[in-house]
């Protein structure tokens, strides 16, 4: 108890309000969110190509969306931002619900994307400004730990809503943010967060993001790298569904187990392997993560049973839990002190592969068949692994420092 008490005590409450939050925040939204190419290709008579633009149009938009946070958040501060952001996302899932044309549901995606892109960097930010450097990944690694805390029940609870009602799951999500948007704005009232934020704020405007990635070269290759990675993960909650689907009549209940199994599977390695990869660099785990991604597609190309992409799952999601803290840790070492904001908006341009990734992939699915795609997409994301190693090697010649996962 004593130790749990210490745990508790060893980081910012908001720390822990934005970690309890992102549980139930993230079960409601993988609730909705993984069966909507399901959705649409039910309820619309969309090809795959105009399914991935749909869904990726949310991506796009967040490519966007992560420059202009940056400077309202400068306007009007971070708790206002995530605020605005979270109470939009609410009517965007009341929309999912009552959408009927591909135009509308275009339009909330775009909208989607704007609120995540507005919500994410900015609370990461705050939560790096409320940690000090040396538990950062530890952070970090909680934060991603409770998103798949959360996955783990969303995919299955949402398989059963969309039984009893199409739009059950999208009403269930908006009603779950609403709740907690509520709470959050409570807490950082609470805890004197607007007095925080006006000491951090950082000044980040559309050309201080652009002229930070034209500038830094080992961000720039950085980039480049999360949106080659970015194009393979996207497959997984686009164009698996519609693969899966068209492989067995009860595609959707299949799909929704390998949601869950992903989520399970980073619940259950989270922690010994981050114990692991603590010992090696962010390099080491980005190049090893994504080797992982490569391997998990490829089965994922060649599976015809439950089994086998049940097992390319458990790859595929090791791969995860290797690259997505790494990522992070990568940005905060780039990163100078009063810029932190900045770079994490900067970061939002790996949300351009999660754009471009469904729409490649519902291409060659369209036209091929999915061993074929899920065989080019390992070896876009494979490239990656080049430009992460440039960017690695951009920052020791610059600064003389070495990368490790805790400063």
């Known amino acids: 108890m004593n130790r749990l008490r210490a745990y508790w005590q060893e980081f910012h409450p908001i720390i822990h309000s934005l970690l309890i939050g992102t549980i139930f925040v993230r079960a409601a939204s993988s609730m909705s969110m993984p069966f909507l190419a399901i959705h649409l290709s039910k309820t619309t008579d969309l090809s795959p190509v105009m399914i991935g633009i749909t869904i990726g149009a949310g991506p796009l938009a967040s490519t966007v969306g992560g420059f202009i946070a940056g400077t309202l958040s400068d306007l009007f501060g971070r708790r206002r931002i995530m605020l605005w952001a979270l109470y939009t996302w609410v009517l965007v899932f009341l929309g999912f619900a009552i959408g009927k044309s ?25 939560m790096a400004d409320l940690t000090e450097p040396e538990r950062r990944f530890r952070v970090f690694s909680m934060r991603y730990l409770a998103i798949n805390i959360g996955v783990s029940v969303g995919p299955l609870l949402g398989a059963y809503l969309a039984l009893l009602g199409g739009a059950l799951p999208f009403i269930v999500t908006a009603m779950i943010y609403l709740l907690y948007v509520i709470s959050l704005q409570f807490l950082l009232h609470k805890f004197g967060i607007k007095q925080i934020e006006g000491q951090k704020k950082e000044k980040i405007t559309f050309a201080s993001a652009w002229n930070v990635v034209r500038q830094d070269v080992a961000l720039r290759y950085f980039i480049v790298g999360g949106i080659l990675v970015s194009v393979g993960y996207s497959q997984m909650t686009v164009t698996l569904s519609q693969f899966v689907q068209g492989m067995f009549v009860d595609g959707a209940i299949l799909f929704s187990y390998l949601m869950s199994l992903n989520a399970i599977v980073v619940v259950a390695l989270q922690l010994p392997l981050s114990r692991w990869a603590e010992k090696k660099t962010p390099l080491f785990s980005l190049v090893t993560g994504t080797i992982m991604y490569a391997m998990g597609l490829l089965g994922f190309g060649i599976s015809s049973s439950w089994l086998t992409f049940m097992i390319s799952m458990c790859i595929f999601t090791i791969g995860e839990i290797l690259t997505f803290p790494a990522s992070t840790v990568f940005i905060d070492y780039l990163a100078p002190e009063g810029m932190r904001g900045t770079y994490f908006g900067a970061q939002s341009f790996h949300n351009l592969g999660q754009f471009l990734g469904p729409v490649l992939g519902g291409y060659i699915l369209g036209i091929y068949n999915g061993t074929i795609m899920f065989t ?11 430009f992460y190693t440039l960017g690695r090697n951009c920052y020791t010649a610059r600064t003389g420092q070495a990368m490790t996962m805790t400063r």
Do not use: D, H
């Not at 135009?103 to 900015?122: D, K, M």
């Not at 080019?376 to 080049?386: A, G, H, P």
């Open 102 to 126: 591909a135009i509308f549901f275009i339009l909330l995606n775009i909208l989607a994307g704007f609120c995540r892109s507005f919500y994410e960097p900015v609370s990461q930010a705050l």
């Open 376 to 386: 080019v997409i390992s070896c876009i994301s494979l490239f990656s692994i080049l």
